[in-house]
């Protein structure tokens, strides 16, 4: 398969640049997380389980199928065994070409909570970007049945909590993108952390939300998910 990986040379550097980026942003641990790539009609670019993100190599990353089987791969190397969600996500999000999952501290520690503070609407940018952090149900990682849970969510947003396991993001540009929305997801969960310690968090009104859907709008963010103003949590 080595005309596949010349032909997608370029895709495969950015998404091992996407991965070592992952870790440089403290975004991830040990061999966790994974991501993923949209490359052609037929091909996805996934990372490998087992190794540091911060380590990865171009030559490390796997090509699979939109079933996930393995097209082609460096011998000692495998897909990551999150490879089901991503390629679900790749099959139902046609506006999506990258996806970043990580065990990000502060969205874990949301994501073994019962409130959805990430589901209600607090900061304009990421509103328009993402979307609610909308909350997964927990089912065994690794899954068949993880991936069929995200399915039916998938389209409410760009941003995820995988319940007692970690976090996920959706990209419509690219894998760099889906790892700064990771990020830009983990300083919200942050935020809205210290304000809960300081007091009640204020939420932004109906009337407020209005305006940012139309915000959202004008700068042309509008995904293939719910509306703003259907999608948050007010209570």
Known sequence: MLDLRKQYQDKIEELAAASRLLGQKGLTSSVGGNLSYRVSPDHILVTPTNVPKEKMQADYICIVDYNGTLVDAKEGFAPTSESPFHTMIIRSRKDIVSAV?????????????????????????????????????????????????????????????????GALALSARSPADAVEKLYMMESIATSIYMAISMGAPKMLTEEEMDKVACLQKLKGLCTETMPITESFQLS
């Open 101 to 165: 999952h990580a065990h990000c501290t502060a969205l874990s520690a949301f994501a073994i909570t019962t409130t959805p503070w990430l589901e209600r609407p607090f900061f304009p940018e990421p509103m328009m970007e993402i979307g609610p952090i909308v909350t997964v149900p927990y089912v065994e990682p690794s899954s068949d049945r993880l991936s069929r849970e995200i399915e039916k969510l998938v389209h409410k947003s760009n941003g995820f909590l995988l319940q007692n396991h």
